[in-house]
């Protein structure tokens, strides 16, 4: 049974930076596809930043420069760093897996495995 727990969020003010982790159990990360994603009120869910099973990593051109997607194989745990923070950054942000990887990147219709989210509010 795959679970993946996603902490890390909060309120913080436009400029600010938060660290998003994600705990995985029961999921192998020895050949990952992994991402992030996030989804604010009224709009779809978007691929912020994922990492492919030869651990290249892709970034929305929204959060290039400012977030960096991280791996921490003895831990289990996928990080996503976010600087530089911008309110329209503020979204319910989702940890993903695919239990086998069938294509890399940031469309969300490969990834079977969700956590619950953790939300990020910025302010202005």
């Known amino acids: 049974q795959v679970q993946l727990v996603e902490s890390g969020g909060g309120s913080v003010q436009a400029g600010g930076s938060l660290r998003l982790s994600c705990a995985a159990s029961g999921y192998s990360f020895s050949s990952v596809c992994m991402g992030w994603f996030r989804q604010a009120p009224g709009k779809e869910r978007e691929g912020v930043a994922a990492?492919?099973?030869?651990?290249?990593?892709s970034y929305a051109d929204s959060v290039k420069g400012r977030f960096t997607l991280s791996l921490s194989n003895a831990k289990n745990t996928l990080y996503l760093e976010m600087n530089s923070l911008k309110p329209e950054d503020t979204a319910m942000y989702y940890c993903a897996a695919q239990s086998r990887c069938r294509a890399a990147g940031l469309h969300t219709w490969p990834y079977n495995y969700w956590g619950q989210g953790t939300q990020v509010t910025v302010s202005s």
């Open positions: 990492i492919d099973r030869d651990e290249r990593i």
